[in-house]
Protein backbone atom coordinates (compact mmCIF):
# COMPACT_ATOMS: atom_id res chain seq x y z
CA UNK A 1 0.00 0.00 0.00
CA UNK A 2 0.88 3.50 -0.59
CA UNK A 3 2.15 6.13 2.05
CA UNK A 4 1.98 9.56 1.82
CA UNK A 5 3.21 12.93 3.71
CA UNK A 6 0.68 15.29 5.12
CA UNK A 7 0.64 18.86 6.89
CA UNK A 8 -1.56 20.35 8.87
CA UNK A 9 -0.28 23.66 9.06
CA UNK A 10 -0.90 26.42 11.01
CA UNK A 11 -3.77 28.22 10.55
CA UNK A 12 -5.75 24.98 11.06
CA UNK A 13 -4.15 24.20 14.58
CA UNK A 14 -4.51 27.30 15.20
CA UNK A 15 -8.22 27.22 14.90
CA UNK A 16 -8.34 23.78 16.80
CA UNK A 17 -9.10 21.79 13.57
CA UNK A 18 -6.85 19.07 13.64
CA UNK A 19 -9.01 15.83 14.74
CA UNK A 20 -11.90 17.58 11.96
CA UNK A 21 -8.85 17.18 9.08
CA UNK A 22 -7.79 13.87 10.49
CA UNK A 23 -11.70 12.31 10.39
CA UNK A 24 -11.53 13.51 6.49
CA UNK A 25 -8.83 11.56 6.21
CA UNK A 26 -9.92 8.61 7.61
CA UNK A 27 -13.60 8.80 6.22
CA UNK A 28 -11.91 8.78 2.70
CA UNK A 29 -10.14 6.02 3.71
CA UNK A 30 -6.60 6.95 4.73
CA UNK A 31 -5.66 5.87 7.91
CA UNK A 32 -3.22 7.77 10.00
CA UNK A 33 0.30 5.87 10.63
CA UNK A 34 2.88 8.64 12.19
CA UNK A 35 1.87 11.46 13.54
CA UNK A 36 3.79 14.60 15.45
CA UNK A 37 3.07 18.26 16.30
CA UNK A 38 6.21 20.08 15.63
CA UNK A 39 6.72 23.86 15.25
CA UNK A 40 8.73 24.41 12.52
CA UNK A 41 11.80 27.26 12.09
CA UNK A 42 11.51 29.56 8.98
CA UNK A 43 14.79 27.54 8.15
CA UNK A 44 13.30 24.13 8.19
CA UNK A 45 9.98 25.34 6.93
CA UNK A 46 12.45 27.07 3.48
CA UNK A 47 14.20 23.38 3.05
CA UNK A 48 10.63 21.80 3.45
CA UNK A 49 9.57 23.79 0.42
CA UNK A 50 13.08 24.71 -1.51
CA UNK A 51 11.30 23.31 -4.51
CA UNK A 52 9.14 27.14 -4.34
CA UNK A 53 12.13 29.11 -3.43
CA UNK A 54 12.06 30.82 -6.34
CA UNK A 55 8.29 31.75 -6.12
CA UNK A 56 7.27 35.08 -5.14
CA UNK A 57 4.90 33.76 -2.52
CA UNK A 58 8.38 32.10 -1.07
CA UNK A 59 9.00 34.54 1.90
CA UNK A 60 5.22 34.93 2.99
CA UNK A 61 5.00 31.12 2.46
CA UNK A 62 8.10 29.62 4.73
CA UNK A 63 6.65 33.01 7.90
CA UNK A 64 3.32 31.33 8.17
CA UNK A 65 4.69 27.76 8.12
CA UNK A 66 6.96 28.72 10.62
CA UNK A 67 3.90 31.17 12.64
CA UNK A 68 2.68 27.92 14.66
CA UNK A 69 2.30 24.71 15.34
CA UNK A 70 1.91 21.66 12.38
CA UNK A 71 1.32 18.55 12.64
CA UNK A 72 3.03 16.11 10.02
CA UNK A 73 1.68 12.50 9.68
CA UNK A 74 2.23 9.21 7.02
CA UNK A 75 -0.87 8.57 5.47
CA UNK A 76 -1.35 5.14 4.26
CA UNK A 77 -3.91 3.43 1.80
CA UNK A 78 -4.67 2.34 -1.58
CA UNK A 79 -3.51 5.26 -3.87
CA UNK A 80 -3.07 7.32 -0.83
CA UNK A 81 -1.01 10.19 -2.99
CA UNK A 82 -4.12 10.72 -4.86
CA UNK A 83 -6.11 10.45 -2.41
CA UNK A 84 -5.22 12.92 0.03
CA UNK A 85 -5.04 15.55 -2.60
CA UNK A 86 -8.65 14.89 -3.86
CA UNK A 87 -9.77 15.21 0.18
CA UNK A 88 -7.76 17.69 0.52
CA UNK A 89 -8.70 19.92 -2.64
CA UNK A 90 -7.91 22.51 -4.70
CA UNK A 91 -4.82 25.11 -3.89
CA UNK A 92 -7.15 27.83 -3.80
CA UNK A 93 -10.42 27.37 -1.45
CA UNK A 94 -12.18 29.10 -3.94
CA UNK A 95 -11.52 26.33 -5.90
CA UNK A 96 -11.92 23.52 -3.92
CA UNK A 97 -14.59 21.01 -4.51
CA UNK A 98 -17.56 21.20 -1.99
CA UNK A 99 -16.96 18.89 0.96
CA UNK A 100 -13.13 19.02 0.32
CA UNK A 101 -10.69 20.34 3.89
CA UNK A 102 -9.71 23.49 1.61
CA UNK A 103 -13.24 24.19 0.71
CA UNK A 104 -14.87 23.81 4.43
CA UNK A 105 -11.56 25.01 6.61
CA UNK A 106 -8.87 26.88 4.42
CA UNK A 107 -8.64 30.89 4.67
CA UNK A 108 -7.21 31.73 1.79
CA UNK A 109 -4.63 30.33 -1.05
CA UNK A 110 -1.94 30.93 1.46
CA UNK A 111 -3.14 29.76 4.66
CA UNK A 112 -5.07 26.56 3.10
CA UNK A 113 -5.07 24.31 6.05
CA UNK A 114 -3.07 21.38 4.77
CA UNK A 115 -0.16 20.08 2.63
CA UNK A 116 0.09 16.78 0.70
CA UNK A 117 2.77 15.33 -1.41
CA UNK A 118 2.38 15.43 -4.82
CA UNK A 119 4.71 12.50 -6.34
CA UNK A 120 5.63 9.37 -4.97
CA UNK A 121 9.30 10.97 -5.45
CA UNK A 122 8.03 13.64 -3.15
CA UNK A 123 6.25 11.39 -0.93
CA UNK A 124 9.37 9.53 -0.24
CA UNK A 125 11.40 12.46 0.84
CA UNK A 126 8.99 14.35 2.32
CA UNK A 127 8.53 11.60 4.51
CA UNK A 128 12.02 10.97 5.25
CA UNK A 129 12.43 14.95 6.36
CA UNK A 130 9.86 14.13 8.86
CA UNK A 131 10.06 10.63 10.60
CA UNK A 132 13.14 8.44 11.42
CA UNK A 133 12.98 4.58 9.98
CA UNK A 134 11.87 3.72 13.86
CA UNK A 135 9.17 6.16 13.88
CA UNK A 136 7.72 4.23 10.62
CA UNK A 137 6.12 0.66 11.73
P1 LIG B 1 1.00 21.94 -0.86
O1 LIG B 1 2.31 21.77 -1.58
O2 LIG B 1 1.12 22.80 0.39
O3 LIG B 1 0.31 20.64 -0.62
P2 LIG B 1 -0.27 22.59 -3.35
O4 LIG B 1 0.53 21.47 -3.90
O5 LIG B 1 -1.75 22.56 -3.53
O6 LIG B 1 -0.01 22.76 -1.80
P3 LIG B 1 1.73 24.40 -4.37
O7 LIG B 1 1.60 25.01 -5.71
O8 LIG B 1 2.68 23.27 -4.18
O9 LIG B 1 0.25 23.97 -3.90
O10 LIG B 1 2.08 25.57 -3.35
C1 LIG B 1 2.59 25.28 -2.07
C2 LIG B 1 1.93 26.17 -1.04
O11 LIG B 1 2.35 27.50 -1.26
C3 LIG B 1 0.41 26.23 -1.11
O12 LIG B 1 -0.24 25.19 -0.44
C4 LIG B 1 0.13 27.56 -0.45
O13 LIG B 1 0.19 27.44 0.98
C5 LIG B 1 1.30 28.40 -0.92
N1 LIG B 1 0.93 29.17 -2.11
C6 LIG B 1 0.73 28.69 -3.36
N2 LIG B 1 0.39 29.66 -4.22
C7 LIG B 1 0.36 30.80 -3.48
C8 LIG B 1 0.07 32.18 -3.76
N3 LIG B 1 -0.26 32.57 -4.98
N4 LIG B 1 0.15 33.06 -2.74
C9 LIG B 1 0.49 32.67 -1.49
N5 LIG B 1 0.78 31.39 -1.15
C10 LIG B 1 0.71 30.48 -2.13
MG1 LIG C 1 2.64 21.25 -3.57
Same mark, same amino acid.
Given at each position: ?????? /???????? %???? $?? /? +??????? @?????? *?? %???? #???? !????????? &???????????? !?? $?????? +?? &????????? %?? +?? @?? #???????? @?? /? %? !?? =??? *?? @???? +?? $??? *?? &??? !????? =?????? &???
Amino acid at each position: VERTLS /IIKPDATK %RNLT $GK /I +VAKFEDA @GLRVVA *SK %RIHL #TQAQ !AGKFYAVHS &ERPFFGELTEFM !AS $GPVVVQ +VL &EGEGAIAKN %RE +VM @GA #TNPADAAA @GT /I %R !AE =FAE *SV @GENS +VH $GSD *SP &EAA !AEEIA =FFFSGL &ELV
